[in-house]
């Protein structure tokens, strides 16, 4: 059964702090992974997808790296915000299916 | 066409009785996807459909959860005799898929939040 982790559960930084959100993964045999943003409330914005047969996504401020033999990925975010304050879930796809998620980093960047 | 809709988005109801969710997904996505999720908690995957068909089934999804995808577009899900275990956010996703497709991104919607009292 594949399981996902996400460390740390909370995280708090000063705004244009540089961080790394973690995730880890028991099954290597995924289709892809992706990074999901969720507001208090709300549902889930995708930011990232990263297939299996790649290492890394970048979309703008956000970089995603991927080592599927070790069963990890990280998620980068340069240069913090206000506004990046948010709920981050990282999720896998097994066998093209169904999504296994982590239980998300909570994110507070402090003006 | 901007994204998979969901309705309603708050819903309150008795202990016991029914209740239906409707998710619109976008448009060209033939999966479509229904997760549960509870508060500090990640989605918990419920099922899915390809098209019309119900391929996979979560033994989340209890005999009292039933979901359907009559033409391939819009979906239902229903809870019949709502417990207070069911108080829960329901998220519909959707994705493309198909032979020879790689990227298979799923866009979720708002989700539609259940309080059963």
């Known amino acids: 059964k594949q399981e996902v982790t996400q460390i740390p559960a909370a995280l708090s930084v000063p705004e244009g702090e540089n961080l790394v959100l973690n995730c880890s993964f028991t099954d290597s045999a995924i289709y892809n992974l992706q990074w999901f943003r969720q507001d208090p409330g709300k549902g889930l914005t995708s930011l990232l997808l990263?297939?299996?047969?790649?290492r890394e996504q970048t979309s703008g401020r956000l970089n995603a790296s991927l080592d599927k033999s070790s069963g990890r990925s990280t998620l980068y975010i340069a240069a913090s915000q206000p506004g990046d304050s948010a709920t981050y879930l990282c999720a896998v796809e097994t066998s093209g299916s169904r999504l296994t998620f982590g239980e998300g980093t909570q994110l507070t960047v402090n003006p | 066409d901007t994204g998979v809709s969901q309705d309603p988005r708050h819903k309150i109801t008795k202990r016991g009785q029914n209740v239906t969710f409707r998710c619109d997904p976008i448009s060209e996505h033939n999966r479509l996807y229904w997760y549960r999720q509870t508060l500090g908690q990640g989605p918990e995957f419920l099922t899915y459909?390809?098209?019309?068909?119900?391929l996979e089934k979560s033994r989340l999804l209890s005999d009292r959860f039933s979901a359907e995808r009559p033409k391939g577009s819009f979906s239902t899900l229903e809870i019949q005799r709502t417990e207070q275990g069911d108080s829960a956010m329901y998220l519909c996703?959707?994705?493309?898929w198909g032979s020879g497709r790689t990227n298979t991104e799923a866009f979720f919607g708002q989700g539609t939040r259940l309080t059963v009292v």
């Open positions: 990263i297939q299996s047969s790649q």
């Open positions: 996703a959707s994705s493309p």
């Open positions: 459909f390809q098209n019309e068909a119900q």
